[in-house]
């Protein structure tokens, strides 16, 4: 188990836009309000579950 929760820790995500990557880091880096707005031209709201502490997105009308 320590071994998978290191390995999972490591993982990187980038956001692309027409092919091109934009940003590049962990979830919580690039799975962000402004970049949600930027490149997907939506409002959300971001936030990190207090149990799981994983990223959790709201799209907001």
């Known amino acids: 188990m320590q071994s998978m929760t290191r390995t999972s820790q490591q993982v990187r995500r980038g956001?692309?836009?027409q092919g091109r990557v934009v940003d590049c880091g962990?979830?919580?880096?690039?799975?962000?309000e402004n970049n949600i707005r930027k490149n997907f031209v939506v409002n959300a709201q971001v936030t990190i579950n207090s149990i799981s502490r994983k990223v959790q997105v709201y799209f907001l009308p």
């Open 15 to 17: 956001v692309l836009e």
């Open 26 to 32: 962990t979830p919580e880096q690039v799975i962000t």
